[in-house]
Antibody
Framework: EVQLVESGGGLVQPGGSLRLSCAAS????????MSWVRQAPGKGLEWVSA????????YYADSVKGRFTISRDNSKNTLYLQMNSLRAEDTAVYYC???????????????WGQGTLVTVSS | IQLTQSPSFLSASVGDRVTITCRAS??????LAWYQQKPGKAPKLLIY???TLQSGVPSRFSGSGSGTEFTLTISSLQPEDFATYYC?????????FGQGTKLEIK
């Protein structure tokens, strides 16, 4: 059974940093591209970032480019999102999601974690 | 690529047939997925490649379309179908979502 479990959320001041983790199990982690998707309170879904199975290729939304860094440790079956220079508008539930084997392939997000809440406030 | 869903809110009754539309700002072939989200839960994949039903999803859900216009149809609403629905384009990055359609009980 595929499982994705996010952690690392919490309250952080504007300008601060936070690192989210997503522990994966039930599939060959290194064979799948992964994404982070966020949802501000009461709002819709916003794709944030994606990474290839090897970790060698990445994509970012313009809203986070230069501030967030996606990475993965395939030996630990874990996906990360390093978030720096956080702003109030980054407040959201952050989900990790499994894509397909090819980052640029037309694969939907078949599995999602339960999400972790990040609150940016002073 | 911008995705625009209509309507944003939909009120319907159990047993009704409902259709949600998703329009893309440029052609995306059939590279579109639909998700269902219930309050406090993660999104759930319903349909991909515009019309392919994800395993385990009831057959009352169906999708159609290509290019710039797509539809999600629920043939006979069940109580568990009242939720928010999102489309997502898989043609290019950023992998944008529509703004959502909230389906409420009339």
């Amino acid at each position: 059974e595929v499982q994705l479990v996010e952690s690392g959320g919490g309250l952080v001041q504007p300008g601060g940093s936070l690192r989210l983790s997503c522990a994966a199990s039930g599939f060959t982690f290194s064979s799948y591209a992964m994404s982070w998707v966020r949802q501000a309170p009461g709002k819709g879904l916003e794709w944030v970032s994606a990474i290839s199975g090897s970790g060698g290729s990445t994509y970012y939304a313009d809203s986070v480019k230069g501030r967030f860094t996606i990475s993965r440790d395939n030996s630990k079956n874990t996906l990360y999102l390093q978030m720096n220079s956080l702003r109030a508008e980054d407040t959201a539930v952050y989900y990790c999601a499994q894509q397909g084997p090819i980052l640029t392939g037309y694969y939907p997000f078949g599995y999602w974690g339960q999400g972790t809440l990040v609150t940016v406030s002073s | 690529i911008q995705l625009t869903q209509s309507p944003s809110f939909l009120s319907a009754s159990v047993g009704d047939r409902v259709t949600i539309t998703c329009r893309a700002s440029q052609g995306i072939s059939s590279y579109l997925a639909w998700y269902q989200q219930k309050p406090g839960k993660a999104p759930k994949l319903l349909i991909y490649a515009a019309s392919t039903l994800q395993s385990g999803v009831p057959s009352r859900f169906s999708g159609s379309g290509s290019g710039t216009e797509f539809t999600l149809t629920i043939s006979s609403l069940q109580p568990e179908d009242f939720a928010t629905y999102y489309c997502q384009q898989l043609n290019s990055y950023p992998r944008s979502f529509g703004q959502g359609t909230k389906l409420e009980i009339k």
